[in-house]
């Protein structure tokens, strides 16, 4: 099944692949001189969805010299080896902080996708470990960002911002010509949602403060144009509006967890505390639920530095309120 595409301002193009019952969207933004694709989706996207639409509006795929991957999830990654076969003189290049797991789908699964296994009781369902490993194929970077940087296009130069939170590489792009940012999954809203716009499943950063801050970087270029991953094209209002919205789910569920342990008798783990917090936050199916604990254990990891919360070890880890502590 292919994509579908357009064209949101000159040279700068949206292309939505499918994603199963939601899409991913990739972006390609042309300059005088060359053109950049923003995320190379699944394994089947760069074939099916970007040449096709590349070609249909007469972009020259010769000019696709940057591939930029906004961070190491499979469906921004994984078409990459699919990229650098069809284009083979584009450069492909990410953060230097996702690059171990950007060239590793193991790694990504292992580190990234099970990450709270064994200390939480959390794990992916074996048949989504095989759709990871079966629509993504990883391909070695040409190149990983580590600070400023701008991708001259000519008479187009658009900026990579380090956007962290989501992951720790999870990088924007912010074009001035159009005064568009590109934020992939960097900034994530209320809920992930499938195509036809139900919610899919919570919103799933990581760590909390670099997240808020990356949300506040990005509204602080007041955008005219904020394109994600999986959301629709957001304009003007609607762009400052998705972007608070996003600063207030995290807030939110930060100050709730806090709440929920200071009415607790005994000590909750992190299982306990997603099924009391999943229904107040958000209206996904309870099968979608444990991916709340990403962004939660964020919040009780930080609450717990700063030494509101005591994390008692497991497995499962469970948490209390610290003696004394008040956030």
Not at 222 to 244: N, S, Y
């Amino acid at each position: 099944m292919e994509g579908t595409g357009q064209e949101l301002a000159p040279g700068l193009h949206r292309i939505e692949a499918p994603l199963g019952e939601r899409f991913v969207a990739c972006y390609v933004i042309s300059g005088d001189d060359s053109a950049l694709l923003y995320d190379s989706g699944v394994d089947a996207t760069p074939a099916a969805s970007i040449v096709p639409y590349c070609e249909s509006v007469g972009i020259d795929l010769e000019r696709l010299r940057w591939v930029v991957i906004s961070h190491c999830d499979v469906d921004h990654m994984g078409g990459d080896a699919a990229i650098k076969e069809l284009l083979p003189g584009a450069s492909l290049v990410a953060h230097a902080a996702d690059q171990p797991l950007i060239e590793d789908v193991d790694r990504i699964i292992e580190e990234r996708y099970r990450e709270f296994r064994d200390d939480h009781g959390i794990d992916l369902d074996p048949a989504m470990t095989e759709w990871c490993r079966d629509v993504a194929r990883a391909a070695p970077l040409d190149s990983a960002i580590d600070g400023p940087t701008h991708i001259d296009l000519g008479n187009r130069s658009v900026e990579v911002m380090h956007t962290p939170g989501h992951s720790e590489g999870s990088i924007a792009l912010w074009d001035p010509v159009s005064s568009a940012a590109l934020t992939s999954d960097a900034v994530l809203g209320e809920s992930l949602h499938l195509a036809d716009g139900r919610p899919a499943f919570p919103p799933t950063y990581r760590r909390p403060t670099p997240y808020l801050a990356s949300i506040s970087q990005v509204r602080s270029r007041r955008p005219e144009l904020l394109l994600t991953a999986h959301e629709p094209a957001f304009r003007g209002d609607q762009a400052i509006g998705f972007l608070e919205r996003s600063r207030r789910f995290a807030e939110r569920l930060g100050q709730l967890a806090f709440e929920r342990l200071e009415l607790a008798n005994e000590p909750q783990s992190t299982r306990q505390l997603i099924d009391l917090l999943a229904p107040l936050v958000g209206d996904w199916d309870p099968g979608a639920w444990m991916f709340l604990a990403n962004g939660l254990v964020g919040h009780l990891e930080e609450l717990t530095a700063a030494g509101f919360v005591e994390a008692i070890g497991g497995p499962p880890t469970r948490w209390q309120l610290a003696s004394g502590g008040a956030a």
